[in-house]
């Protein structure tokens, strides 16, 4: 059933920060997640995947042990038709605000990508991201 309050929104990804993001990725391969796009080096390395029907990991490297306590997920993401909108009607709710809506261009492989991106944090701490290639 379609969302009738943010048009367009779904599930995009989860992100997880990794203390051996390469170890990780054959994990996940091994599951058959497949590798779509990836940026940054070193510690500043990200890589997403596709888990097969479209949903994503994010991963991220540098993760560490202080992660273990609380988990290691750092967020996950709606796909939404208009970034704007969602955040707005997210505060309108009672979110708090992170990060305000932003175009952000990212050098990848295989292609560059550009998104468009905005995140709140829930009552509970959560964060919170909304979405959109562009």
Known sequence: MANGVVKGMGFHHIALKCKDIEKSLQMYKALGMREIVRWGEGDGLAIMLDVGDGGRIEMFANGSDEYSVNGKWQHFALCVDDVDAAYECALAAGFLPKTAPKTVPIKASPADITIRMA?????????VEFFKEI
């Not at 995140?119 to 964060?127: A, K, S």
């Open 119 to 127: 995140f709140v944090i829930g009552n509970d701490g959560e964060q």
